[in-house]
């Protein structure tokens, strides 16, 4: 018995000691994988920012495809532009009207969805002085006030008229708080995706439409494909680089300036 005991004995010192030998490549196998997976967390875009064009025909005018027959952009597909600029890291979505709010009545749905599917804040940037109290109340139906930001010039407000409630609902951020003229200082557009009324992806604001800055339609490829293309514009030249009209609504500009506006 006391052999079989010794046997025993031997048999599970030596199991132990395979276990501890052949367990430290397990340990650093999975250093290695934790390791790599930092090293790839890191390698992602690190993308904070939505900013869309809106005029009169809303969100859908975007046309979907230059190779095919063009058609608009379905507000569906647009909720696909949120998902992906969302699983970039993008945790704002801000919309820049070239008309009434009343009269790009799709968009809602959009601002809805960044909300409640990403909990995003919505920044709406408005250019014209016709914000009226309807528009307002709109805004307060659909949107969660807690998650929405108006983004205006100093004073393009002024003459609007809301009632208390309606007041302290309604937080405005100064679109445009650096001077034309100067450097930006701003958070940079490899920290945005910008996309035009039509669907059409620039390096930035600042420098849509200018064909040098293009970077692609939202549906020729994946957005992360985009802002990961090394061959792609993601900086504006520095003879470029300075504040203009165009960066009015910039988020990346108005990040910098959030203090100035609480």
């Known amino acids: 018995m006391t052999a079989k005991k010794n046997v025993r004995a031997k048999t599970a010192s030596r199991k132990k000691k395979q276990d501890n030998l052949f367990g430290l490549p397990k340990v650093f196998k999975q250093k290695i994988k934790q390791c790599a997976k930092e090293q790839g967390d890191e390698s992602k875009p690190q ?15 975007g046309v979907k495809g230059e190779r095919k027959a063009a058609r608009p952009l379905t507000r569906e597909e647009w909720l696909t532009v949120v998902d992906e600029a969302a699983s970039l890291g ?37 250019k014209s002085e016709k914000l009226t109290q309807q528009d307002v ?3 307060m139906d659909a949107l969660d006030m807690e998650k929405t930001r108006i983004l205006a ?3 393009v407000l002024d003459n609007v008229r809301l009632d208390e409630e309606e007041q302290k609902a309604l937080v405005v951020w100064d679109a445009n708080p650096q001077p034309d003229g100067e450097r930006p200082n701003c958070q940079g557009p490899t920290r ?32 992360k494909r985009i802002v990961m293309d090394p061959h792609l514009p993601h900086h504006v030249e520095d003879n470029l680089h300075y504040v203009t009209p165009e960066c009015d609504g910039c988020p990346a500009l108005i990040a910098n300036y959030f203090f100035d506006n609480c």
């Open 153 to 155: 010039r100093k004073g």
């Open 137 to 139: 109340r709109t805004m």
């Open 47 to 61: 993308v904070v920012f939505l900013w869309a064009c809106v005029n009169e025909a809303g969100l859908t005018q």
């Open 90 to 126: 993008a945790n704002w979505l801000v919309l820049s009207f070239g008309a009434d709010l009343s009269a790009c009545g799709d968009f809602w749905g959009v601002c809805q969805w960044a909300q409640q599917a990403h909990n995003m804040m919505v920044g709406l940037h408005v």
């Open 192 to 223: 945005m995706i910008f996309v035009n009324a039509r669907g059409v992806l620039y390096t930035c604001g600042l420098v849509e439409g200018n064909e040098a800055y293009r970077l692609g339609h939202v549906f020729d490829t994946k957005l």
